[in-house]
């Protein structure tokens, strides 16, 4: 118990929603195993402190550390600014350490993933994700065959679970930055944080629709193979929210697509999962090319 402390995590049960835990601001983080300090150039005072987490953000975009790396921006019992990594290589500590340095008054933790070896290891991959298929399962017969037999499914089956969490993760940057700045934080920014913000906001949805064309060249070819009913077409919405608002639209069309996708490829669900999948594809696309329009 001196030693452990729940972060995060993302259940998912057969049949029903993911479940998402995640911890609360005022817990402290697990104990790091090198802690490294940025020199501090100017009074943390000086910096209003949603900028200096927003300017922190970017200091860990520009090192490319938010790209589903275990990286978390919380703040010390003295309100100083922490960056916590886990498990980054080398290479990667050095350059998230680069970019971090030149902010004031923010310490860098690395540390590495606690791995349990009395327990058999387990390969990180998208089909690690998968419950074991039922292949009495008409539709994933279905689908089992369109693809070329159970192999092809089985390599389907995980870059297609790899490429929904992807999208999931540029989805979860994107939600990370509407909770920590809603308009009543975002409108007192000083012009130079508004315009960090918004690029922060184009990154992540542009490398959402990146990841959403790959989820789109795999699935298409595959559900029209396995003659998914095409659907009406999907309606970007005629509403323009704020963008914190938005992004929860945005957070429920890739979550009801992982669901969807999840459940047929686990055979976890009724026959219309091809259709469902098809449709919440179409609307994960409608939904981020109206996000990336948005002001």
Same mark, same amino acid.
């Given at each position: 118990? *001196? ?7 993302? #259940?998912? #049960? ?19 195993? @090198? ?14 402190? =949603? ?14 550390? !938010?790209? +589903? ?9 003295? +309100? ?33 993933? @606690?791995? !349990? ?15 074991? /298929? ?21 390599? #389907? ?5 790899? *490429? ?5 993760? @540029? ?9 920590? #700045? ?8 000083? /012009? ?6 918004? @690029?922060?906001?184009?990154?992540? &949805? ?17 559900? %029209?193979?396995? &003659?998914? =009913? ?27 697509? !992982?669901?969807?996708? %999840? ?24 939904? %981020? !090319? ?6």
């Amino acid at each position: 118990a *001196a030693d452990l402390a729940v972060k995060s995590g993302t #259940f998912r #049960f057969r049949g029903s929603d993911p479940v998402e835990i995640a911890a609360l601001p005022d817990e402290p983080a697990a104990p790091a195993q @090198q802690t490294v300090t940025a020199p501090r150039h100017m009074p943390t005072a000086s910096v209003p402190a =949603p900028a200096e987490e927003l300017r922190a953000l970017a200091a860990i975009h520009s090192a490319q550390a !938010d790209l +589903g790396e275990q990286i978390e921006l919380n703040r010390d019992s003295a +309100g100083h600014l922490v960056v916590t990594a886990t498990g980054l290589a080398p290479s990667r500590r050095m350059a998230l350490r680069n970019a971090v340095a030149a902010l004031p008054d923010i310490s860098l933790h690395f540390q590495e993933p @606690q791995i !349990d070896l009395s327990k058999p290891a387990q390969a990180e991959t998208g089909q690690s994700r998968a419950v074991s /298929p039922d292949l009495a399962d008409p539709v994933l017969l279905k689908l089992r065959d369109a693809l070329g037999g159970a192999t092809a499914l089985a390599q #389907f089956t995980g870059q297609a679970l790899e *490429a929904s969490e992807a999208a999931m993760v @540029q989805v979860h940057n994107l939600r990370k930055l509407a909770v920590h #700045f809603p308009p009543t934080v975002e409108l007192p920014l000083d /012009p130079g944080d508004h315009a960090i913000l918004a @690029q922060l906001r184009q990154d992540y &949805a542009q490398a959402l629709a990146a990841r959403v064309t790959d989820l789109e060249r795999l699935l298409t070819p595959a559900l %029209t193979s396995a &003659a998914a =009913p095409d659907g009406p077409q999907i309606e970007a919405p005629s509403t323009a929210p704020p963008w914190q608002d938005a992004t929860e639209t945005l957070f429920s069309a890739e979550q009801t697509l !992982d669901r969807s996708l %999840t459940e047929l490829l686990t055979g976890a669900a009724p026959a219309g999962t091809l259709a469902d999948v098809q449709r919440a594809l179409k609307q994960l696309r409608t939904d %981020t !090319d109206w996000y990336r329009k948005l002001k």
